[in-house]
DNA sequence: AGCAACTTACGCAAAAATGACGCAGAGTTG
DNA sequence: CAACTCTGCGTCATTTTTGCGTAAGTTGCT
């Protein structure tokens, strides 16, 4: 599954080795931050599912980062975790109405850190899952459900495939890269060979059997779903 | 529909104003209680349809009213949201195992406070309107009687294993993902590994005997009661 | 148009990775 | 203590990925 991308910040090593380890062992991907500068790019160039931000940063102000994300349109919708240490009570209320989603305070235990990331993300994942199931020609998809039908016969399909199918369908007659398929899948920056779509496509042809033509080859760019 | 009645207690006069005028504001009905004594008194008597409860209480403390209210089946499935002091974390954890529904650490935003209470009184609704029982091929499960049988022969199943079961059942066909049923059973801040919840299957699967194959597993995804 | 030279897709099969589950012990609760 | 729940590890089955050889499609040139 895609695992949800994380970026935590802060400036103390210790802190932030304690939420790596803790994120990493519930599988979720992190990348860190340090400074507010580097929050607001790695932001903007990565858009993470889930940012937890410290609010005492060097440089910028966790407060102004949480205010600048939130305005740029880009960046607005990713949820925001504030970890705030102990007294810093106006901090908390003014990060809330800047924006933030919740916030844990100093020092927290790591399963209230994992039980807050998670009912944040849920709420984000929910809203992925209930995506109203696509009809196409005499293909059914639905997500829900995890089935597909051909003319309401049930097919089986693995995970990949199902995801590939569903993407493609998703939007027909537009034009995938396999990069695309693959980033809409596992999330965006997982490593695999072009083969690796390319056999996952074949297959999938072979289990629609004679619907597999409405996927089409697009040489030298990609895969889409006959329009 | 019938304005929620809610019990707000803490002993300071400002913040049982803010709760109460945003409450109030927000539609709901509130009573209060400044002591431990009243709590239980009031809880037992008027029977709230969520009880917004500080934990630091002249009298009796906090966690002792929260374990004594969970402890009596007249007041166990009324919902508590704690107030904390921030950086109690201990109280928190031990809150929520006593049978805390929710937590807001003071000082907090009204805003947060009434999100959580919507959700709070949402999930109960919802869980009061699923109470019917379910029928599905040759099994029955009636959540009131905490009882299943099959083709008329009852099953002794645990408290987890009954909920899991009903969870899928209710829903034919439509896929679990493992933490959306952790979620159901003990609430969207409980964590576990994935392996709890496949140990659960498992077991259930056997003690359903035959029947156990009703219970699908999609790989990569979750768990589905056959359609 | 016809024909090389080149690029890209696909078949096949083996290697690698992942996910589910059995087992057993640890931790909790009453 | 007993029942129940949770976790870690090993194993096995399935899925996913890769590599290589071949087929198919494109491009440019005569």
Redesign the pocket.
């Known amino acids: 599954?895609a695992r949800e991308r994380i970026l935590v910040v802060d400036d103390e090593e210790d802190v932030l080795e304690l939420v790596r380890f803790n994120l990493d062992k519930n599988g979720y991907k992190i990348d860190t931050a340090v400074t507010g500068e580097q929050v607001l790019n790695k932001a903007r160039a990565k858009l993470p599912d889930l940012i937890i931000l410290d609010l005492m940063l060097p440089g910028i102000d966790g407060l102004e980062v949480c205010k600048t994300l939130k305005s740029d349109s880009k960046t607005a919708n990713i949820p925001i975790i504030m970890l705030t240490a102990k007294g810093e009570d106006a901090d908390i209320v003014s990060g809330l109405e800047l924006g933030a989603d919740d916030y844990v305070t100093k020092p927290f235990s790591p399963k209230i850190l994992i039980a807050r990331v998670r009912r944040i993300l849920q709420r984000n994942i929910a809203r992925e899952l209930d995506k109203a199931s696509v009809k196409i020609r005499e293909i059914v998809i639905n997500p829900s459900r995890r089935e597909v039908l051909l003319n309401n016969k049930p097919v089986?399909l693995?995970?990949?495939?199902f995801n590939t199918l569903y993407t493609l369908a998703k939007r027909p007659g537009q034009v995938f890269t396999?990069y695309q398929i693959?980033g809409a899948i596992?999330g965006e920056d997982?490593?695999?060979?072009?083969?690796?779509?390319?056999?996952?496509?074949?297959?999938l042809?072979?289990k629609l059997g004679s619907y597999g033509k409405y996927i089409e080859?697009?040489?030298?760019?990609?895969?889409r779903f006959k329009d």
Chains 1, 2 share one sequence.
């Not at 997982?190 to 297959?203: G, K």
């Open positions: 599954m089986d693995t995970f990949t495939e396999r693959v596992r997982y490593v695999v060979t072009d083969r690796a779509i390319d056999v996952q496509i074949v297959s042809r072979k080859t697009v040489r030298g760019v990609g895969y």
